[in-house]
């Protein structure tokens, strides 16, 4: 009997060979590159489980998260706490420090809100979506969207958002009382911004300064 010495192979290319395939979530592809001149719009979504985060019990934890994110090379200059998710407007040196800083905020927005509200398990829906704002116009829309998103949500117009940093924003066009009487809740959760689009270019090339006549633009259909 003549033995076959030829090897055995296992596998191979097979219809459903080796690991099943998964559908590719575009959340987890590579960020691109961030030029630490550029700030960044970013949104935090939460799982559904989760209570309304504008709620008094909440909110709190929430802003204590975001005071405490800073680190060098990473700041958030603006923010909006909404029902079931979080704007915010972040400047990082690159990539790197971004995606770390938001995930050390991440952390400790988990970790405050369970603490505070007495559940257990992730907070967040999924990672967060980023979009790098490269123009004077860009900034000045994104920061409408940010600070004046309850508007968008609620129909309230002539009032600053108690769960945003609209109480601290320095470009408002005019003075207003209840801005200062907000203030007085507390310090300042958010860091200076450092970059040029939004330190000024957003007033002196973007539009000027914000009123309250500004609201977000209606979702498009």
């Not at 972040?90 to 990539?95: I, N, P, Q, S």
């Not at 704002?133 to 309230?156: C, K």
């Not at 601290?168 to 003075?175: D, E, K, L, R």
């Not at 809740?185 to 689009?197: D, H, I, M, S, V």
């Amino acid at each position: 009997m003549e033995l076959d010495l030829r090897p055995h192979k296992r596998g191979g290319k097979r219809k459903g060979a080796g690991r099943p395939r998964k559908n590719v979530d575009i959340l987890h592809l590579r960020r691109p590159e961030l030029s630490r001149h550029v700030p960044v719009h970013a949104t935090l979504r939460v799982r559904p489980d989760v209570p309304r985060l504008r709620r008094f019990d909440a909110y709190p934890a929430l802003r204590s998260a975001i005071a405490a994110a800073h680190k060098p090379g990473f700041r958030v200059c603006e923010y909006s706490v909404q029902q079931n998710h979080i704007h915010l407007i972040v400047e990082a040196d690159d990539r790197i420090r971004l995606a770390r800083g938001m995930q050390g905020l991440a952390i400790r927005m988990a970790r405050g809100i369970n603490r505070r509200l007495g559940r257990r398990g992730p907070l967040l829906q999924h990672r967060y979506h980023a979009r790098q704002l490269r123009t004077p116009r860009e900034v000045r829309i994104a920061l409408v969207y940010v600070l004046r998103n309850h508007t968008h949500h609620s129909g309230a117009s002539a009032e600053v958002d108690a769960c945003s940093s609209g109480p601290w924003f320095t470009g408002w066009a005019y003075p207003i009382r209840d801005m200062r009487i907000l203030a007085e809740q507390g310090p300042r959760a958010t860091a200076p911004p450092k970059t040029w689009l939004l330190v000024r270019g957003w007033r002196e090339r973007g539009g000027g300064p914000l009123t309250f006549r500004d609201r977000p633009a209606p979702a498009a259909s």
